[in-house]
C-alpha cells in the first residue's frame, strides 16, 4: 500500500496538520503470513539504527550474489516469501528489511529518505547489488538511491510508485481537496517532513536524472492495480526505453502481485538473462 491509499482509508479531517501525518506514519503494521514464516525463520537477522529507530534487516544465502529487496508501504520484507525462495535455489543472496513502522521495526513513522539511509547501509555492508527488486513506495526509494551512489546491476520495479508528486495528487483528487488545500499540504510536506531537501518535487522520482541509469529494467505491473493505474508503468518504459520491459499482469492487484507464480518466474528468468530485449513488452499473464 502506498501512503495515497492509507489515507484514503483513514477518516479524513480538515485541517491539514492531520493529513501532513498520513505522508509519514503508516496507518497499521501488517504481520506475517503463516505461509511467509518458514522463510523469515530461516533468514539471518540483524538491526541498524535509523534516527532514533531500529530496522530490521534479514539476509539469506552465502552472501555472494547480493539481491536487496525492498517493501512498500504498510508492508514487511516477508512479502517478498516466494521470491527470496527462488532466488536462494538460484545462488543469490536474498537481503531485505523491515522500514520503521513497518514489520518488526521500531518507530511508527518513516520518509523516502529514511529508505534511502537504509539501503546506503546495506550497500556498505553487502557491496554492489546483484539486483533490487522493488514494491510500490520503494521504487522511488531506490532510484533516489542510485542518485546517492548505491550499486545495483539491474532492477525490478514491481507496481511502481512512480514519484512522491503523484502520492500527493492522488491522494488530493480522491478527497477532492482544494488547489488551495493542495498547495498548503505541499509547502508543510517540504517544510516539516523533509526539511532542507531541496527540489524533492523533483528528485523523489523514477524519472529524475534516468537518463543516467544505464542498467536493465524489469517493470511488472497489474492491470487491475487500484492503489497506482497501470499507466505509471507504461510511463516508466517510455522514459527508459530500450532499457527496460514490461511485464503486465491481471487479477493480482496492487499487493498479491509479489507471490504471483508467474511473477516469482518473470524475475528469475530476468536474474538469470541479466539484460532486457529492447522495447519488448510481454502481454498480460492472468491471475
Known sequence: MDPATAAVSAVPSD???????????????????????????????????????????YRWGSGERPVLLLHGWESRASRYAKV??????????PVAFDAPGHGEATGDTTT?????????????????????????????????????GVRTRRVVAISSVPDFAYLVDKFCTRLRLSAQMKDELRRRIEREVYPGEEDM???????????????????IHDEDDVTVDAGQAERIVEAFGDRARLVTTRRFGHQRILGAPQVVAEIAEFMASGATEPGHKTPAVAG
Open 112 to 148: 523516502i529518505v529514511e529508505y534511502r539511509d537504509i539501503i546506503a547501509e546495506l550497500h556498505r555492508t553487502h557491496g554492489e547489488f546483484e539486483a533490487v527488486v522493488a514494491h510500490s513506495f520503494g521504487v522511488p526509494a531506490i532510484f533516489l538511491s542510485l542518485q546517492s
Open 201 to 219: 518535487w523533483t528528485r523523489f522520482s523514477v524519472f529524475h536524472k534516468s537518463a543516467g541509469v544505464q542498467i536493465p529494467l524489469l517493470v
Open 15 to 57: 485541517t491539514c496538520k492531520e493529513l501532513l501525518d498520513l505522508f509519514r506514519r503508516p496507518q497499521g503494521r501488517s504481520r506475517a503470513r503463516p505461509d511467509e514464516r518458514a522463510v523469515i525463520e530461516d533468514a539471518r537477522t540483524g538491526e541498524m539504527t535509523v534516527n532514533g529507530k531500529v530496522v530490521i534487516t
Open 84 to 93: 527470496i525462495a527462488r532466488l536462494t535455489e538460484l545462488g543469490y543472496s
